[in-house]
């Protein structure tokens, strides 16, 4: 991996990566996609990609599922992700799965602005805590042309850093829990524990922060965020930043996703 890309996650909490796929490539992975159709979070979107998985679906004589499976984890290991992984982490890697989704056209966000492991609407007496050093690493791979309002990542830059700096406070117990997993929650605990962010992250961090995200206060759209993509073209992001997927409205949308955290021990 090019260490500049590495750089610029850590930076930015994203990098896009254009004709990632090739053309080939690109026509496999919708035929794949398109086998099974399945929403996002529906169990056909998953492929296997471990053992105990692999028996099951054997057992189930689920044929297809394997053989697709196998295709994808070949790809990832031609592009070398596992590597991409590893040099991001500066340590040893594992891929926890992988998906692939469709998304028919709609008139809404396919996911709203959000931030992951946020414990999202739990009391504090049902969270246990996670470790704010484990969290994915995302490799997102478009297979059909996104846009403004038209199915593309959207991603504050930065954003990723405060919510590093959340999941540490709530761990150590240096600030009171509260989700956040919505864009309106993560600027509330914000505002509720300015002191302890401005002295953590900086006056200008967290006030730069809430200007650039003043636009869901207003209730107002706002696209300066967003990552339109070609067919093919890869967007590699930090979960812990503030992300959405806009709403698909002039076509069908296609994605792969290849989700990777880090080997802590």
Avoid at 55 to 81: D, G, M, P, V
Wanted: charged share 30%.
């Amino acid at each position: 991996m090019d260490t500049n890309f590495a750089k610029a996650i850590k930076e930015n909490g994203i990098v896009k990566i254009k004709n990632f796929l090739t053309p080939e490539e690109i026509r496999r992975c919708i035929e794949i996609i398109k086998f099974y159709k399945a929403p996002k979070g529906d169990k056909n979107s998953f492929f296997v990609t471990n053992i105990k998985v692999f028996f099951i679906k054997l057992l189930k004589l689920e044929i297809n599922k394997l053989k697709h499976s196998y295709e994808l984890l070949q790809l990832k290991k031609s592009k070398k992700l596992d590597e991409i992984a590893k040099n991001f982490f500066n340590k040893k890697a594992k891929l926890s799965f992988i998906d692939g989704y469709f998304s028919k056209i709609e008139k809404k966000d396919i996911i709203p602005w959000h931030t992951d492991q946020a414990y999202s609407g739990k009391k504090k007496l049902e969270v246990k805590f996670n470790n704010p050093d484990i969290f994915y690493l995302k490799f997102f791979i478009y297979l059909t042309k996104v846009s403004s309002n038209n199915g593309c990542m959207s991603y504050i830059p930065g954003s990723h850093k405060i919510g590093y700096q959340i999941r540490k406070a709530i761990y150590c117990n240096e600030i009171s829990y509260q989700p956040y997993w919505s864009l309106k929650d993560f600027r509330q605990i914000i505002t509720d524990n300015y002191s302890y962010f401005n002295n953590t992250l900086g006056a200008n961090v967290i006030e730069d922060f809430l200007v650039k995200t003043n636009f869901d206060e207003t209730g107002q759209e706002s696209s300066q965020f967003d990552y339109d993509a070609e067919a093919g073209t890869m967007v590699i992001f930090d979960e812990g930043g503030i992300h959405r997927g806009s709403k698909p409205t002039l076509n069908d949308r296609m994605v792969i996703r290849y989700l990777f955290d880090p080997i802590l021990h």
